[in-house]
């Protein structure tokens, strides 16, 4: 018997996977996005009429312990109503016990698969602000989303900002849904257990990544928004990518790998990537309204300026008045010079 090719295998196993939505009011088209929880379909949802992404858990995370964090991040979903979160509809079971839920269909761009020039630094700087916007909103409701990334951001047609993938989310005050486990031998209503590691590497807050889950709170999201913001100032001046395994290390000052960085712009993301967490901006609220005064050109906390700085961001500001007295005052002088009255 010939062997199976790769191609093949792979082909059975998407068939084997494809979810059976038989009987219910959604019918699948096509597939268009995976992650570590599940797998997300393009879907008709023939009751209301309307395109919808329905979202399967997988493979990886069958189990009790893999439904119960799906069946988390719907509700917590479900609860937090903001512009740059994706709305829920709908959550049920496969025939063959799979958990799903139905949401909004996003189409735009992952923030990781746009090209970013210096001609579009001024939307590098709108977009990380809608992040902040929208991670706030869920601080302000108890919610830490521990995995924001450029693959978790979506900007869609007409300049939307949504925060996906809240799947490893943590409601604070409440139990929290146990971490799935391979070998499956947590205790019930453990949770998530102190050393267990939840993020993407380079982009997961220090305390994240040596599994110190007691310390992980809002300011541990403030870092991922740090981290994508140095991301998207560096990516064209980066080399490779970033550093595989879970070990934290520090990440350079952006300036060193694109020196274009305005000096302000570079102290803004390197207090938001302090590895000591009271030394990082104490919210998503406080890390935007910089980014804000920084696009205003106005003094950012993050950086002392000196007086040449403030000099230059006064000249710059009011270039257009300054320019007018300028003129004035060399007409004036010409017109001392060369028609003084006899």
């Not at 951001?153 to 139990?175: I, Q, R, S, Y």
């Not at 230059?312 to 007018?324: A, D, K």
Request: proline letters at 7%; hydrophobic letters at 40%; glycine letters at 8%.
């Amino acid at each position: 018997m010939r062997p199976l090719s790769d191609e093949a295998v792979r082909h059975l196993r998407e068939i084997a996977d494809w979810p059976d939505f038989s009987g219910t009011r959604y019918e699948v088209l096509e597939k268009i996005g995976a992650g570590g929880m599940g797998t997300v379909y393009l879907a008709t949802d023939h009751e209301l009429e309307r395109p919808v992404a329905l979202k399967v858990i997988g493979a990886a995370a069958l189990g009790p312990e893999g439904a119960e964090r799906m069946r988390q991040e719907a509700k917590i979903l479900a609860r937090l109503e903001h512009p740059g979160l994706v709305p829920v509809h709908d959550v049920g079971h496969l025939p063959d016990g799979r958990i799903y839920y139905a949401m909004k269909l996003v189409r735009g761009q992952r923030l990781d698969q746009i090209d970013w020039t210096p001609e579009t630094s001024a939307e590098v700087l709108r977009v990380v602000e809608r992040i902040c916007e929208a991670v706030a909103f869920a601080h302000a409701h108890g919610v830490i989303h521990r995995d924001l990334k450029p693959e978790n951001v979506m900007v869609g047609a007409f300049g939307e900002v949504l925060v996906l993938d809240w799947g490893v989310a943590k409601v604070l005050g409440e139990e929290e849904a146990p971490a799935p486990s391979a070998s499956g031998d947590r205790a019930e209503g453990e949770g998530t257990l102190p050393g267990t590691i939840l993020g993407t590497p380079g982009f997961m807050a220090p305390e994240q990544a040596r599994g110190q889950v007691d310390r992980v709170d809002a300011r541990s999201d403030v870092y991922a928004i740090g981290a994508i913001l140095h991301d998207l100032l560096t990516r064209a001046h980066r080399s490779g990518n970033r550093p595989p395994g879970l070990a934290w290390t520090a990440p350079e000052d952006p300036r060193q790998l694109n020196p274009e960085v305005p000096r302000r712009l570079a102290a803004i993301c390197q207090r938001a990537l302090a590895e000591d967490p009271c030394e990082r901006y104490e919210s998503a609220e406080a890390l935007a309204a910089d980014i804000g005064r920084f696009s205003r050109g106005d003094a950012v906390r993050a950086h002392q300026d000196s007086w040449l700085e403030r000099a230059g961001r006064f000249v710059q500001r009011y270039r257009l008045p300054i320019s007018i007295v300028l003129a004035y005052l060399v007409m004036r002088v010409a017109l001392f010079l060369f028609f003084e009255p006899e």
